[in-house]
């Protein structure tokens, strides 16, 4: 069965500090890995994705996430966070090749602190 | 450009009430889904339409739930009788075909059932 393992509930980390938010997931295949972030009271707005390629990818706001496929792993990172990186993030996989649903990870709230 | 459009934002009902939540997708995408967002499960899917044409809903909880897409761009997500148990944050995304699976999530309509 198709699962994504987010392993931290929640994390709060200093304003300037590093971020990494952890990521395993359990697929038949090479998914597609997405990651979400939610703000308080909103919809999810994607952060960034892995389809194929290099391992490193970029997305918005700073943030970057390395896919292992040897510990079938995507992390998050973040070199230096923002008070307003302050949020849920949700880690995601798909189906390859075709519109199909999304399995979500449990999601890690991200508090910062000054 | 608008994003995914969901209405209500916010629902507050008595139990054994009819709710009916609506969804816009995104113009041209063709993909449509149905996510409920609660504490304890998390997002999970609860059906999806491709080209307007249900193809899973095992997600579904029970008969009391139903979703219905009429045309491309509008779906609707009725519960009838509504339990205080299906309160949780309900969710739409759009995707289009020939993408990457990228989900496009509406804000969500937040549903109390009392």
């Known amino acids: 069965a198709q699962s994504v393992t987010q392993p931290d509930i929640h994390i709060t980390v200093s304003e300037g500090a590093s971020l990494e938010l952890r990521c395993n997931y359990s697929?038949?295949?090479?998914?597609?890995l997405f990651w979400y972030v939610q703000s308080p009271g909103q919809g999810l707005q994607l952060l960034l994705k892995?389809?194929?390629?290099?391992?490193l990818v970029q997305g918005i706001k700073g943030f970057e996430a390395e896919f292992k496929r040897s510990q079938s792993s995507f992390n998050l990172r973040k070199p230096s966070v923002h008070w307003s990186d302050a949020a849920e993030y949700f880690c995601?996989?798909?189906?390859?090749?075709?519109?199909?649903?999304?399995?979500f990870g449990k999601g890690t709230r991200l508090s910062v602190i000054a | 450009d608008a994003g995914v459009i969901q209405s209500p934002r916010h629902e507050v009902t008595e139990m054994g009430q009819e709710v009916t939540l609506r969804c816009k997708p995104i113009?041209?995408?063709?993909?449509l889904f149905w996510y409920r967002q609660t504490m304890m499960r998390g997002l999970e899917l609860l059906i999806y339409?491709?080209?307007?044409?249900?193809?899973?809903d095992s997600g579904m909880p029970e008969d009391r739930f139903s979703a219905k897409m009429p045309n491309a761009s509008f779906s609707t997500l009725k519960i009838q009788p509504s339990e205080p148990r299906d309160s949780a944050v309900y969710f739409c995304?759009?995707?289009?075909?020939?993408?990457?699976?990228?989900?496009?999530f509406g804000p969500g309509t937040r549903l109390t059932v009392l």
């Open positions: 995304a759009s995707s289009t075909t020939g993408g990457d699976n990228e989900q496009f």
């Open positions: 697929y038949g295949a090479t998914p597609y």
């Open positions: 892995y389809l194929s390629g290099d391992t």
């Open positions: 995601a996989v798909g189906r390859r090749g075709g519109n199909t649903p999304l399995v």
């Open positions: 113009s041209g995408h063709n993909s």
């Open positions: 339409f491709n080209n307007n044409v249900p193809i899973d």
